[in-house]
């Protein structure tokens, strides 16, 4: 079945400790998509990829980068993570960014720091 | 920013019972999709619905987008609906941008 997959499911890191998280997808869309959920929110929408067009949202610390190797991965860096960064990281793919078509969530990766 | 507005917040039922989920949206948008998530946290799809009506088993929704409101109902739910619903839209002109409501707790008890 054609997914989206997310590694690992959950991580612990130290207060300053870089952390990376990754994404992959079987569907072949151009678009991917980090979103951090913390505890009884909404989704946050970070960054997305349109292929390798990076945009990043004007709110999203620097303290997050991304990269995205190829169609298939996309990563979540962490530079230095604070207590405040534990949460939920979903990431999300979909179809050409240009017309407005369906997202597709990955199982997230829940952080948490210590 | 679109405002989403989802009522009600919380919601306990008897399994069997029917509810309908409301999601106001402030703007016009060109996406709108419905989500549950499930108590592992994994968003799961249930429609891509920018207008119209749309059925999958006990479930359905509707979206006017000239009213800017969308509804999920859950017939004769089940304790396995338990959960968070929340609605997300792309505004017009915004593109590959999800807005997520602040979402409905949904608890349904045997």
């Known amino acids: 079945d054609a997914m989206v997959i997310q590694n690992p499911r959950y991580q612990v890191t130290q207060f300053g400790k870089p952390v990376t998280l990754s994404c992959s997808q079987t569907l072949n869309h151009n678009v991917m998509y980090w979103y951090q959920q913390k505890s009884s929110q909404a989704p946050k929408l970070l960054f997305h990829?349109?292929?390798?067009?990076?945009?990043n949202e004007a709110d999203t610390p620097d303290n997050f980068q991304s990269r995205r190797p190829n169609t298939s991965f996309c990563f979540l860096d962490i530079r230095s993570p604070g207590l405040g960064d534990a949460a939920m990281y979903l990431c999300a793919t979909s179809r050409d960014g240009r017309g407005s078509y369906e997202q597709y969530f990955g199982p997230g990766t829940r952080l948490t720091v210590t | 920013g679109i405002q989403v507005e989802q009522s009600p917040p919380d919601l306990i039922l008897q399994e069997g019972a029917n509810s309908t989920l409301r999601c106001n949206f402030s703007?016009?948008?060109?996406?709108l999709q419905w989500f549950h998530q499930n108590p592992w946290g994994q968003l799961i799809n249930l429609f891509y619905i920018p207008s119209g009506t749309k059925q999958n088993g006990r479930l359905s929704a509707t979206t006017v987008a000239t009213e800017r409101y969308s509804l999920l109902y859950i017939s004769s739910s089940q304790t396995t609906d338990s959960g968070v619903y929340f609605c997300?839209?792309?505004?017009?002109?915004?593109?590959?941008?999800?807005?997520f409501g602040a979402g409905t707790i949904l608890r349904v008890k045997s």
């Open positions: 703007d016009s948008v060109n996406n």
């Open positions: 997300a839209v792309e505004r017009v002109g915004y593109g590959n941008k999800l807005v």
């Open positions: 990829y349109y292929d390798k067009d990076f945009n």
